[in-house]
């Protein structure tokens, strides 16, 4: 089974870049790489998604090396409202399931 | 706008009870997926389904049964609920099930089983 692995926290000041690595060993070679924001007692919600090199929306940027084994989520200059647990979420090449990471609590200071 | 409805945000019951939880998509998606969410372990797929009457054992299917009778309803039942249990739970929907396509989540459910 793919191993998905993210920190378990990570901590940032309202207006600095915060970047959240995922490692996935076994990703699936079709399937893309999709990112998610939970807020406490929310279902988590959509924010970036890319299958390879760097994709950017309104809201962040994506960065995924050539060999697809990880992803990096890039989030500029944070405010309080970004406080929230993100996880990836990518296809297994092995058993065809989606594996999400185990998420990662980003608390951001005033 | 998808709408993903879960039928309670929170609920006590008791050990040894039999526990319905629902979901409800209104997007017609073919697949549906039910989670665990616990403080450290992050999103568990119990089981998903990816059509009518079809369903598909996820990581940790133990202790849990599910239903999909309509393509829109998929439900989680624990036939005798166990302290274990307590958790957040999560119904997510999908067109077709791939990492590409967006997932929309319910809203959970707390369950606390005493």
């Known amino acids: 089974l793919a191993k998905t692995t993210q920190p378990i926290s990570m901590d940032s000041y309202e207006g600095q870049e915060v970047n959240i690595t995922c490692s996935h060993n076994?990703?699936?070679?079709?399937?893309?790489i999709t990112w998610y924001q939970q807020f406490p007692n929310q279902g988590p919600r959509f924010i970036i998604q890319?299958?390879?090199t760097k994709v950017t929306n309104e809201v962040a940027s994506l960065f995924i090396p050539a060999d697809r084994k990880s992803s990096t989520l890039s989030l500029p200059r944070v405010s309080l409202s970004d406080t929230a647990v993100y996880y990836c979420?990518?296809?297994?090449?092995?058993?065809?399931?989606?594996?999400f990471g185990t998420g990662t609590r980003l608390q951001v200071f005033p | 706008d998808v709408k993903v409805t879960q039928s309670s945000r929170y609920l006590v019951k008791r050990t040894g009870e039999k526990v319905f939880l629902e979901c409800v998509q209104d997007?017609?998606?073919?697949?549906m997926f039910w989670y665990r969410q616990d403080p450290g372990l992050g999103l568990r797929l119990i089981y998903f389904?990816?059509?009518?009457?079809?369903?598909e054992k996820g990581d940790i299917p133990e202790g849990y049964s599910v239903s999909r009778e309509k393509k829109e309803r998929f439900s989680l039942i624990l036939e005798s609920a166990s302290t274990n249990q307590t958790s957040m739970y999560l119904c997510?929907?999908?067109?077709?099930?791939?990492?590409?396509?967006?997932?929309?989540f319910g809203p959970g459910t707390r369950l606390l089983v005493l």
């Open positions: 979420l990518v296809g297994d090449e092995n058993t065809d399931k989606l594996i």
């Open positions: 076994n990703i699936a070679t079709n399937d893309y």
């Open positions: 890319g299958y390879k």
């Open positions: 997007m017609d998606h073919e697949n």
């Open positions: 389904s990816y059509d009518v009457k079809m369903k």
């Open positions: 997510a929907s999908v067109p077709s099930g791939r990492a590409q396509e967006t997932q929309y």
